[in-house]
């Protein structure tokens, strides 16, 4: 398979995910004091998302969730070497940081990895280093007094599965190019997770939503906490 047609199975498979996710997720209950924050309605419901993982950060130490999620924190699973969609989503939230920032509302960017093979924690801190000094360009300061404020995460696969499965991402490691063992695409759902400490998941955002409009809706969650 060239690279082209196995990057165009990747998006097929995200678009696919993400329309499946549209369709199940919902019934966040009649009391719901965040439903003027909510993007869409949908009906019906598969249960509450999320729920208690252990990681490893960037120095090679086992975290927990509720070391990582002590703050208001927006979580993304991907992976460093995907060649798009990653790069592209974790932009985007890291300029919402920005924003939030500006307005007095702090948010911690999380990115959990789903390819531990080839993620290792220093692999993850220059990753994340990329997307601290987006943050700072949309706050208008050099070098923020709190680094690094991305936060990346890796582990083993059973960790990472562990993870993933509590959030209920999908993922799927694609065979490796022929004569190239080393290059592989990851198939996976592309959501970003709102999360609260004590709370849990409290909102979802899709790809699409522009920088401006997931930090308005992640406002709207922080304000009404």
């Known amino acids: 398979m060239t690279k082209y047609y196995a990057w165009a199975a990747v998006v097929a498979v995200v678009l696919a995910i993400g329309a499946i996710v549209v369709l199940t997720m919902g019934g966040w209950g009649p009391d719901d004091k965040y439903a003027q924050c909510r993007a869409t309605k949908t009906a019906g419901g598969v249960g509450s998302l999320g729920g208690p993982f252990t990681l490893v ?19 993304y699973f991907g992976y ?41 924690p220093e692999v993850m801190r ?8 987006i943050i700072d360009d949309v706050d208008g300061v050099e070098g923020n007094l ?3 404020r991305f936060v990346g995460l890796t582990g083993s696969m059973e960790q990472v599965k562990a993870a993933s499965k509590a959030y209920r991402t999908y993922f799927k490691k694609q ?4 004569g190239d063992e080393e290059y592989y695409l990851v198939d996976h759902s592309t959501w970003s997770y709102l999360v609260f400490p004590g709370e849990g998941l409290v909102g979802l955002f899709k790809r699409g939503e522009s920088p401006q409009q997931v930090a308005d809706r992640i406002g709207c969650f922080v304000e009404n906490r």
């Not at 220059?126 to 000094?133: I, N």
Request: proline share 9%; with cysteine; aromatic share 6%.
């Open 146 to 148: 709190v680094t690094p």
């Open 80 to 120: 460093t070497f995907c060649p798009d969609v990653c790069p592209l989503d974790n932009s985007r939230n890291a300029e919402a940081v920005g924003l939030l920032d500006q307005r007095g509302l702090t948010v911690k960017p999380v990115f959990i990895s789903i390819d531990p093979e080839r993620d290792t």
């Open 175 to 178: 065979e490796p190019e022929e």
């Open 126 to 133: 220059d990753f994340a280093e990329t997307f601290d000094s």
């Open 57 to 75: 950060d960037f120095d090679g130490e086992a975290v927990t969730s509720e070391q990582v999620i002590d703050q208001p924190s927006l979580l």
